[in-house]
Nanobody, 128 residues
Framework: QVQLVESGGGLVQAGGSLRLSCAASGRTFSNYDMGWFRQAPGKEREFVAA????????YYADSLKGRFTISRDNAKNTVYLQMNSLKPEDTAVYYC?????????????????????WGQGTQVTVSS
């Protein structure tokens, strides 16, 4: 009954930018923390960023802080990921996901198993 659909991926040269969007169905979107994860070929899914249900706080993987920005618009049931200064190692399928508990921020935010709904992903390819 909950669906997440990512968009905005594509091909970009190193140093370029992309903005990903994740559109969520359902009336309870604003009750949940949301996250972005990514998975490159041959690698495990890894945490990228998260934002609290109210949008008051954001969290980032240490290696990405300063380049990526997560935001949300609860009125539009959408979460965004602004990606700047992209590097070839950023190439991956990017997924948005919903945290498994409402109106709560429970650390750590980085665990795949603590997110219960996932989108199909959008491919981001960064050329060198």
């Amino acid at each position: 009954q909950v669906q997440l659909v990512e968009s905005g991926g594509g091909l970009v040269q190193a140093g370029g930018s992309l903005r990903l969007s994740c559109a969520a169905s359902g009336r309870t979107f604003s009750n949940y923390d949301m996250g972005w994860f990514r998975q490159a070929p041959g690698k495990e899914r890894e945490f990228v960023a998260a934002i609290t249900w109210s949008g008051s706080s954001t969290y980032y993987a240490d290696s990405l802080k300063g380049r990526f920005t997560i935001s949300r618009d609860n009125a539009k049931n959408t979460v965004y990921l602004q990606m700047n200064s992209l590097k070839p190692e950023d190439t991956a399928v990017y997924y948005c996901a919903r945290r498994d508990s409402p109106r709560a921020t429970i650390f750590p935010m980085t665990l795949v198993r603590r997110y219960d709904y996932w989108g199909q992903g959008t491919q981001v390819t960064v050329s060198s």
